[in-house]
């Protein structure tokens, strides 16, 4: 039967922990498919932002999310054309402290320039400000590619700077293949207070 790929997994988690009508982010949203997850567990009552540095992203973010409108169930959709680093900033003030989910595909964008990478600085910064303005009992999650050029260092920064929350703060659970060090793996946080 094999076990949830970690993408499924990631999914699973979150699907767990959002209601509609809850603010949520996509930290990283490239071809949209996480947001377009995300805005169907929220629906048309709650507010998906989408951060990606690429315009391109947000274009086929948008146009995925396009048929939700024509049927009343897009959410309030804020694309953002920043750094996931800047969360603070661009989510709205009233909102820090209520996001129920951020969740992160780290990397490149499949099919369009792979120098445009996530960077391990901006990625443990924003991973940072997800677990700021979350609300407690809310989930960021983080897909990492230790496989790719970069993604090894990437991976192991994020990976210590999440084993090493202190524990009354948050949950970390990795969730990984063991037999294959370089496939994709998955960091979930669960925020506690
Ligand atoms: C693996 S892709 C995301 C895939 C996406 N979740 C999906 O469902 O298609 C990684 C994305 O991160 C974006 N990215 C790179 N650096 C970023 C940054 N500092 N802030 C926000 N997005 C960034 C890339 O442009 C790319 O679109």
Not at 173 to 192: D, G, N, S
Request: hydrophobic share 45%; net charge negative.
């Amino acid at each position: 039967m094999g076990f949830l790929s970690v993408l499924s997994m990631a999914h699973r988690l979150v699907q767990e922990r959002v209601r509609p009508g809850d603010p949520v982010i996509d930290g990283t949203c490239g071809n949209g498919m996480d947001t377009l997850f995300l805005a169907g567990l929220t629906g048309p009552r709650g507010s998906v932002y989408a951060f990606d540095v690429q315009e391109q992203a947000l274009a086929r973010t948008r146009e995925r999310l396009a048929p939700l409108a024509a049927d009343g169930r897009m959410p309030n959709l804020h694309a953002v054309l920043d750094s996931h680093a800047r969360i603070r900033e661009h989510v709205q003030a009233e909102l820090h402290g209520k996001v129920a989910a951020a969740m992160f595909n780290f990397g490149y964008l499949p099919g369009a320039d792979p120098s445009v990478i996530t960077e391990t600085q901006s990625s443990v910064s924003a991973l940072e400000a997800a677990l700021d303005v979350l609300r407690p009992g809310g989930i960021v999650t983080a897909v990492l590619y230790p496989g790719h050029e970069g993604g090894d260092a990437e991976a192991a920064a994020i990976e210590a700077w999440a084993s090493a929350l202190p524990q009354v703060a948050a949950q970390t659970l990795l969730y990984r293949m063991a037999q294959k060090p370089t496939a994709p793996y998955l960091i979930a946080i669960e925020k506690r207070t």
